[in-house]
């Protein structure tokens, strides 16, 4: 026999039997459980709540966790807003170079930087598409167009030499939406990029 092992018999009369037999005594069932806990190690007494100190250190934790989201939401969203301007502006200026080829004829974005807007016109200075906004925390800080405007020749490639135009949020975050001369290709890059 093992040490701190019940006898076989004494094991069957005591936990299975009754289990056959459910008619015995409910005084039965706690001696029963009280054998088994203490076979388990397990203290009856034990209070089975949580402390005041427990529950203080769980909802701290909670909180600071909270916290760390709710700033980084915040962050990812300032900086989600810049980066689809930039990427709207990006594509207006591909439905222009698409127009462009698919007429003929020559299209133009015409960049306002005091109010902030830019619009698609055809080479007669007519809207061809409707005035797009940046957004209220977005502003157009520069462009490196003559006029700020971009034109696009009937073969897609711009009229002129590269450049780009920069656009910055409130908090100094800027991005970079740059056109190459020869293919006219469109490259949206999320810092201030000055060089040519």
């Known amino acids: 026999m093992v040490a701190g092992l019940p006898k076989v018999n004494s094991f069957i009369g005591f936990f299975i039997l009754p289990n056959l037999f ?9 001696l029963r459980h009280r054998y088994l806990c203490g076979i388990l190690g397990i203290n009856m007494n034990k209070n089975k709540a949580f402390s005041l100190i427990e529950m203080l250190v769980v909802l701290t934790i909670i909180s600071l ?7 980084y939401i915040f962050n990812y ?19 222009a170079r698409q127009l462009s080829i698919t007429n003929q ?15 698609v016109q055809d080479a007669l200075n007519n809207d061809a598409d409707t005035r797009h906004k940046t957004g209220n925390s977005i502003i157009i800080e520069s462009t490196t167009f003559t006029n700020d405007t971009v034109t696009f020749t009937a ?6 030499t590269s450049g780009s135009i920069f656009i910055k949020d ?9 056109i190459l001369n020869a293919t006219g290709r469109i490259k ?7 060089g040519g």
């Open 22 to 30: 459910p008619k015995l005594s409910d005084r039965a069932s706690v």
């Open 65 to 71: 966790i909270l916290g760390l989201t709710a700033a």
């Open 77 to 95: 969203r300032a900086g989600s807003a810049l980066s689809l301007c930039a990427n709207k502006i990006a594509a207006v200026l591909n439905q």
């Open 105 to 119: 004829s020559e299209y133009k974005v015409v960049f306002d930087l005091i109010n902030n807007e830019f619009v």
């Open 155 to 160: 073969t897609g490639g711009l009229s002129g």
């Open 170 to 178: 409130n908090k100094a975050k800027f991005f970079t939406v740059k």
């Open 188 to 194: 949206v890059l999320n810092f201030k990029d000055n």
